[in-house]
């Protein structure tokens, strides 16, 4: 969860929208493991929606994992494809 609000503190830099912090708030929650009122909850959504980080199975995000060196990587490369970046 602390790599996903990493990578959405990024995107809203990069992308200066500081809306996107608060762009699933109020919103239900599609993880088992992943509470609305979490302080993480808005970046594992934007990570998860906009395809840079994947749900460990279906329904969970496992937030308390951490990121191996191979997924974080992967992430980097999934980020770098969404913004558009060479």
Same mark, same amino acid.
């Given at each position: 969860?602390?790599?996903?609000?990493?990578? +959405?503190?990024?995107?809203?830099?990069? /992308?200066?929208?500081?809306?996107?912090?608060?762009?699933?708030?109020?919103?239900?929650?599609?993880?088992?493991?992943?509470?609305?009122?979490?302080?993480?909850?808005?970046?594992? !959504?934007?990570? +998860? /929606?906009?395809?840079? !980080?994947?749900?460990? %199975?279906?329904?969970?995000?496992?937030? *308390? %994992? %951490?990121?191996?060196?191979?997924?974080?990587?992967?992430?980097?490369?999934?980020? %770098?494809?969404?913004? *558009?970046?060479?």
């Amino acid at each position: 969860s602390g790599f996903a609000v990493m990578i +959405t503190d990024l995107i809203v830099k990069l /992308e200066a929208d500081p809306l996107l912090h608060r762009e699933h708030l109020g919103k239900r929650s599609p993880f088992m493991d992943v509470r609305p009122e979490a302080a993480y909850f808005n970046a594992v !959504m934007v990570c +998860t /929606e906009k395809g840079l !980080m994947p749900e460990t %199975r279906p329904g969970y995000f496992e937030p *308390a %994992r %951490r990121v191996s060196g191979a997924e974080a990587v992967l992430v980097v490369r999934n980020l %770098r494809e969404y913004l *558009a970046l060479p």
